[in-house]
Nanobody, 116 residues
């Protein structure tokens, strides 16, 4: 599976963005999808995940109530809506999945910079 993410940018504190991640190469609806982020000098951490049906969703505590993950299986796309952005949300955001029988696959990352 290949993942192509988009939607980053420069925003002010309190602003919003929506990331998209388009998948190809494998039936998308069978995949658990996730968003991760990595700030400069830090480890890559999970932000949100969503199962194939959208019924099971999980968020990191730091983003609960501000971030929303969703998916459109007809479009092979997973989204991350991020609201009320804070400077500490500045990071490169990655979409990711683990296809059955394979290792973790990463999208190319999209940079978000939140100015104070």
């Amino acid at each position: 599976v290949q993942l192509q993410a988009s939607g980053g940018g420069l925003v002010q504190t309190g602003g919003s963005l929506r990331f998209s991640c388009a998948a190809s190469g494998r039936p998308f609806s069978s995949l658990v999808m996730g968003w991760f982020r990595q700030a400069a000098g830090e480890e890559r951490d999970s932000v949100a995940s969503i199962n194939w049906s959208g019924e099971k969703i999980a968020y990191a505590d730091s983003v609960k109530g501000r971030f929303t993950i969703s998916r459109d299986n007809a479009k092979n796309t997973v989204y991350l809506r991020v609201n009320n952005l804070k400077p500490e949300d500045t990071a490169v955001y990655y979409c990711s999945t683990v296809p059955p029988g394979s290792g973790r696959v990463w999208g190319q990352g999209t940079l978000v910079t939140v100015s104070s």
